[in-house]
């Protein structure tokens, strides 16, 4: 198969694909600022797993559906939105992009869905609901300075954000290793160290020197940031509180009566115990590996949540989504929406507004082509049924007779194995695997 790699793209009209945008932001920033965006932890193991999960499942499509008046609208945490998904908070947007944030959220107040405001996010609470219309969820780690904390949960709702999603995967900041070698620290530092790689990119280091690096807008006078590349767990990561806990999540509960978003749950038990608790809804996610290093994917970890909770409790999920049809596989899966991380993030910092807009329409377009191609002309046809395993268990032989072994030889008689068990029929293997349920 030969496969021709397509030019570089020099603007956001040019890019076709989230790929492209995440090259275009590639071409822009100095590599210390993408690798931050585009990192993961260690190995990076989880962070390509939550992409290759996707590729695990192949869609079935029906035939003979009447797709002509199809539509991607559907209802999302209880309101209309046009697309089954909202914006991810990510912080630090704005050293890509000044206003990296604000263009995520009127592209997002555009295409009719919600978006979430990190608290490490460059722009304020404040300023994101006076300048962007439209649906908004502020994310609050939850620090140890809990005046702090509150501090902000009270902003978010003088500001009438919709929703307050806890962030509850991140009790400690993960070991991000290329931004170690990238020397790479919040706030930045023009160092000896990392100048050349500033200088390799002189619109951005220009800017950035003329009007200065952006702060981190709600956490001003939180604590001195960290200044050295081994603390780059992030200045505000070491304001995380690590003691953070059931009975402290329950305190939220009570003091936000709004819709209650946990953000970065893997296991069921956990998601039936939030429902228990009076969560609103649940974010199956890893952060976009880049904490917890093999950790599941979140692909593989809805199932076990969805079932879980029973369909009493709204799951979303994130990590790996670059696709609309990956959001089509989410949904027939069982997810009410998906969040947008990197996807709608590479084109903000490669292309502020525009690249942030050209995100949501080439991932509108898509999951709107593949609803059409698939038969489902609403997102709610987006169903189990459409799904089968990319890599289907290979045929059933039957069971090979085993020659008789050699008399006198050590393994003669019993098929003993070293932990005593008998080896497994063919016909004991594990089954093909089904779609799921929803
Ligand atoms: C640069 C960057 C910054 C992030 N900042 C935050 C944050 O401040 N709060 C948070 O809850 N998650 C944060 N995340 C995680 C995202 O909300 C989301 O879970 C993740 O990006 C999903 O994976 P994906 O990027 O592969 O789509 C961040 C992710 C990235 C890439």
Redesign the pocket.
Known sequence: MTSRRPPAPRDAAGCYSIEDLRTLARRRLPRAVFD??DGGAEDETT?AE??AAYDDWRLAPRVLVDVAGASTRCTLLGAPAALPAAI??????GFGWRGADLALARAAARMGIPY?L????TTAIETIADQAPGRHWF?A?VLRNQEFFWGLVGRARVADYEAL?I?VD?PVGGKRERDFHNHFSIPFRFSARNVLDFASRPRWALEMLLRGMPAMENLRGLEAAATSATAIASSVGRSYDPAFDWSRLAQVRDRWPRTLVV??VSRGDDARRLLAMGVDAV?V?N????QLDGAVPTLHALPEVLAAVGGRLPVLV????RRGGDIAKALALGAQGV?????T?YGAVAAGDAGAQRALDILHDELLRTQRLCGAPTVQHLTPDLLRPARPAPVRTPPMPSPAPAAGMPWAGTPARANGAAPPRAEDRAPAQEPVAS
């Not at 991810?88 to 947007?93: F, I, K, L, Q």
């Not at 952060?287 to 880049?290: A, E, M, N, W």
């Not at 994130?318 to 989504?321: C, E, F, L, N, S």
């Open positions: 931050f965006y962070l939550n992409r991810a908070p990510t912080g630090a947007a979430t990190s608290s490490s996010a994310q780690y999603v962030t991140l953000k970065g974010v996610s952060h976009g590996g880049r994130d990590g790996g989504i969040l947008l991380g990197r996807a993030l």
